[in-house]
């Protein structure tokens, strides 16, 4: 799935920090799984499903040793400033929020039982913006956002282990990263970074799942030293804060190769059923290109200055069986970066893990989180592999599951086994997914809906409704349920080409949406091209047409055509109103690689004729507006050549060639060079 970014439109920042230094921040969020990743990959032939363990009589979980995990939780404190405008005014404000983090450490067990320890840690805030501002006063000059960034700790522990449980005390060093913001008259903002020191105590206590998995649950308190801001304007801050959370963790022993503790502890216990899995991946995800010709740039404009960002993505699945047939799916996120010119500038963007958010340091979100029940109607059975959104295990050919909860539209419809999924494939949103195809999502890519299956042996029916963003381009969702909505429907025909397996899906889709039209704005000049002025009750409607066909065991070809009216704005996705894409997908087999993957596609994007002339009038769209426009269709070419490492860990190079970028003749052509690192376990 991938995941979509908000833009900063029109703002002059002064004391941005350098981004290399968010980039080091952002490694400190991928140390968790990357470590998995290695535990993962020595001991590659240990099936990666997680399955429940019960404690026998006798045994015991091995508490000593090196140990990484993530928790979530939520955190609570207040801040006390003052604020020199020129005179000083005392404030104190509370904030709140959903928080999460990485966490790892090292223990030692006395033969008494005491155990000795030392952790490392560090949480971030979750993606929504209020989570991250503690104060944010004004004055008749300007207003001033103070926002935390994350907050770490280095602590001893001191505890007492028992063989399936433990409890501990902790206290030691704490450190914090604030943003400091001033918005200026005329758009200008200035910014300054702070990072202050102070102390972290707490309590916690953790409880033995599995030979190698812990849970915990964890108070921290943190005390922090006072921050002195003067901006370039002359403004001055001054604040000092404390910190709370309550949080729970999953913590994840590593042996290394040699170490005499995993055979035992493996062997002390056995397995009792196949009821949760844990799985999880980590993207990094770079992007670069040359500079380009172009006469003219606009607000929505690709900067044709050479440019370079990232993106990194840290995700763990947490899947668990709850009776017969019913499952839940538990899915946190650690998400950072920017995409190119901000995310804006191609129709069909360049990544697919560029988000509308722009998150300078990783923000937390607990992205997925779901409820499945399938009822299987008896006769023949399939075996369901294990996966990130999949528990294994084997089920009625002939069910109906029924899905309630936050996930994104495209983890149900759309599938295709050779472009779907840009940490994996193609990078390109009009190649790995319909680019004319409007779903739900918020600015990370999610949403909150109902969906019903019925799976047959040669065809399966989808049916769905999600909630619809309030406005166009927004986080927030439209309650007036049923009123407003995303309904999608889907069939999928399974066959047999020359001995080899295809599938064909049709989408049918509708939103009922709050959103403006694009000749009502063009039929109004007193709107000034605004077309949030025109914005009602309006229905969109368009269709996907998709098809897979394996060629051989190693090769595959897929396309797409997608298609909308082309009459209200774009609520979520990217202004397309017409694409064709196509590609195939060749496996190493033949030179040796059989896990090395090459992809080539392509895709034709076009706009309809109110868009198009909306644009050319100076309309901003989602992610195009040049201020004029000399139209031609949006052409993309993509190829790419994923190396696989060993089991867990795949590198990508990818090239892309964009011509008519956000469908301007005028400008560019575009070439885009990507390198992307994945691991999972």
Known sequence: MATFFMTLRGQNVIGEPRRGANILKSLFAGIALGALLFDAGLAADKPIAMPLKEQRAGTYFDWS??????????????SNATRFDPLPSALSHSYNGINGGVQAG??????????????????????INSNAVVSSPRSAEAGLTEKMDYVGSVRARLGYAE?????????GFAWEGTRFASDLSGGLEEKSIQRRTGWAAGAGFEYAIDPLWSARLEYLYYDFGPADVRLPSGARYASALDFQTLRIGLNRKIDWPGSTGSQPVAARTAPSSDIWEIHGQTTYLSQGYPGFHAPYTGTNSLTPSRQSQATWSNSLYLNARLWDGGEVYFNPELLQGFGLSNTVGVAGFTSGEAQKSNFPYPRFNPSRFYLRQTFGFGGKQEELPSGPGQLAGKADVSRLTVQAGKFAVPDVFD????????????MNWSIWAPGAFDYSADKVGLTYGVTAELNQRYWALRAGYFLMVSESNSGNFDMKVFQRGNYIL???????????????????????????????????????LDISQTRRGRI???????????????????GRWSWNDGKTEIMVFTDIDASLSFGTSIKGTSWGRPDDVIGIGGAFNALSKDHRDFVAAGGLGVLIGDG???????KILE???ALAVNKQITATADYQFIANPAYNADRGPVSVFSGRLRGEF
């Open 65 to 78: 040793g090196l140990y990484i995990g993530a928790h979530m939780g939520y955190g609570w404190g207040r």
């Open 639 to 641: 190829i790419y050549y």
């Open 628 to 634: 004029q426009i000399n139209y031609r269709q949006e």
């Open 415 to 426: 599938g295709n086994a050779y472009a779907k999924d840009p940490r994996k494939d193609f």
């Open 163 to 171: 063989p399936s449980w433990m409890i501990y005390a902790t206290g």
């Open 540 to 558: 969109k409607y368009g269709y996907v047409f998709n098809v897979e066909q394996a060629i051989t065991s190693d090769i595959g070809v897929f």
């Open 490 to 528: 889907e069939l999928e025909t399974r066959y047999s080409l020359f001995s080899q397996p295809g599938k064909f899906r049709t989408i049918a889709w509708l939103n009922s949406a709050y959103s403006g039209g694009y000749r009502d704005t063009l039929n109004d000049p007193a709107l000034n």
């Open 106 to 127: 090292y223990n030692v067990v006395l033969p008494s039982r005491v155990l000795l320890g030392v952790e490392a840690d560090i949480t971030f805030p979750n993606y």
